[in-house]
């Protein structure tokens, strides 16, 4: 007997290829973080986040208070300051985005959100 072969899929459909000799090609090294300027062109993220490994890691539900809160601001200022976004930071230290972010605003370091600063004019009106 011969061993039963499978019906053609029909014209033109192909059958995949299961051998293994075709696996794809490794992915190709992500370039550095970007961030794209309003002209267009890419610029290379400043090295803000090199300082946050040096970032303590609180436990969960830890709670802040006296010289360690004062202690733990003056390491996210400075790690601010350099230019690490409030998401890294609390990324980093396995804080809410919001404790952080009421930590910076407590000692008014917030930076703004960018986009459209203008303030728009009143429509003046057509008597």
Not at 1 to 16: N, S
Not at 47 to 68: C, D, F, M, Y
């Amino acid at each position: 007997m011969t061993p039963a072969t499978p019906p053609h899929p029909g014209p033109g459909i192909t059958l995949a290829s299961t051998d293994s000799a075709t696996t794809p090609a490794p992915e190709p090294p992500r370039p550095p973080a970007c961030v794209t300027t309003t002209n267009g062109h890419p610029v290379t993220k400043p090295s803000a986040t090199s300082g946050l490994e040096n970032l303590p890691v609180i436990p969960k539900r830890t709670q802040l208070k006296g010289a360690q809160r004062d202690t733990f601001l003056q390491q996210i200022l400075e790690i601010y300051d350099s230019g690490a976004s409030i998401r890294d930071i609390s990324e980093q230290t396995h804080r809410a985005y919001g404790s952080i972010q009421a930590l910076l605003r407590g000692a008014g370091v917030l930076r703004g959100r960018g986009g459209d600063q203008h303030q728009r004019r009143p429509r003046a009106s057509s008597s």
